[in-house]
């Protein structure tokens, strides 16, 4: 079945860098768009970025545009987000999650957060 | 930013009774609506997608309805295991967003 296993969360001071990583198994990773999705503490859920099945398209949340990046391997069933110049409200639990289809624009039922990992925390603080 | 809002923010239900869950989104979002639920501590998991489509191994207690700017998830008979946050989330446009959150408990 499918799997996502996130690693990489921690404790960082604010201006501080950090990179998640999301093991994939279980599925065709190359076939299906990804996605991270974040939740402070006591909060919400808030998708933070996307990114296609092949990598060529890329969307992200716009408190965090410039400062966060979302990338992929393919070839290793990898999925990332590097973060940069962290903020006190980055921290939160931050989940990788795959999409029902390639994450295509267009292309029906995508965008739909159909399985999640169990999640990586992420503390920015001093 | 299409911004969604779901009512009411908690409600307690006993066992076995029948509940709606309200989500209205500030613009049309077409069918492109999905449900999560979130029992404490766990990880969310996906309900209910195209507005009214149950994923796979979901109960069919569980059952969407709406489309545009007004939608419902229903629950049937309550069972204790309801006990959770469901959230609602639009796909139609970027930025992709959730509403608050409704806390149901089970008295």
């Known amino acids: 079945q499918v799997q996502l296993v996130e690693s990489g969360g921690g404790v960082v001071q604010p201006g501080g860098s950090l990179r998640l990583f999301c093991a994939a198994s279980?599925?065709?990773?190359?076939?299906?768009?990804m996605h991270w999705v974040r939740q402070a503490p006591g909060k919400g859920l808030e998708w933070v970025a996307t990114?296609?099945?092949?990598?060529?398209?890329?969307y992200y949340v716009d408190s965090v545009k410039g400062r966060f990046t979302i990338s992929r391997d393919n070839s290793k069933n990898m999925l990332y987000l590097q973060m940069n110049s962290l903020r006190a409200e980055d921290t939160a639990v931050f989940y990788c999650?795959?999409?029902?289809?390639?994450?295509?624009?267009?292309?029906?039922?995508?965008?739909?957060?159909?399985?999640w990992g169990q999640g990586s925390l992420v503390t920015v603080s001093s | 930013e299409i911004v969604m809002t779901q009512s009411p923010a908690a409600l307690s239900v006993s066992p076995g009774e029948r509940a709606a869950l309200s989500c209205r989104a500030s613009?049309?979002?077409?069918?492109?609506l999905a449900w999560y639920q979130q029992k404490p501590g766990q990880t969310p998991r996906l309900l209910i997608y195209g507005a009214f489509i149950r994923a796979t191994g979901i109960p069919a207690r569980f059952s969407g309805s709406g489309s545009g700017t007004e939608f419902t998830l229903s629950i049937s008979s309550l069972q204790s295991e309801d006990s959770a946050v469901y959230y609602c989330q639009q796909y139609n446009d970027w930025p992709l967003t959730f509403g608050g959150g409704t806390k149901v408990e089970i008295k």
């Open positions: 613009l049309t979002v077409n069918s492109n």
């Open positions: 999650a795959k999409d029902k289809g390639g994450g295509v624009v267009g292309a029906t039922n995508n965008f739909v957060f159909e399985s």
């Open positions: 279980g599925f065709t990773f190359s076939s299906f768009g």
């Open positions: 990114i296609s099945y092949d990598g060529s398209n890329k």
